[in-house]
């Protein structure tokens, strides 16, 4: 079984930055692929990026350019670097498998950025 956890959330003014950090553990062999979800207050849960083990990088449109995804098989860890933070990017940012696995959701971590 494989166990994710969010961390590295928090309060930021706009036009600040914030690095998410996505810690797994247990059968992490079995994943092939990673995203960074968001889930703001009264709308859908979204797909923010995704990254393959072999680093193939993948963005919404909305957080092209300003956010980074990376990952460090090494210690099974996988970064959201959010740059340029915007009001519209306050949500619970949630990882899991790319694409993800109902079981696989956990607390997330919550993003508020003021304006």
């Known amino acids: 079984q494989v166990q994710l956890v969010e961390s590295g959330g928090g309060l930021v003014q706009a036009g600040g930055s914030l690095r998410l950090s996505c810690a797994a553990s247990?059968?992490?062999?079995?994943?092939?692929?990673i995203g960074w979800y968001r889930q703001a207050s009264g709308k859908q849960r979204e797909l923010v990026a995704r990254?393959?083990?072999?680093?193939?990088?993948g963005y919404a449109d909305s957080v092209q350019g300003r956010f980074t995804i990376s990952e460090d098989n090494a210690k099974n860890l996988v970064y959201l670097q959010m740059n340029s933070l915007k009001p519209e990017d306050t949500a619970a940012y949630y990882c899991n498998t790319w694409p993800p696995a109902t079981t696989l959701w956990g607390q997330g971590t919550q993003v508020t950025v003021s304006s």
């Open positions: 990254i393959t083990r072999l680093g193939i990088a």
């Open positions: 247990g059968s992490t062999f079995s994943i092939n692929a």
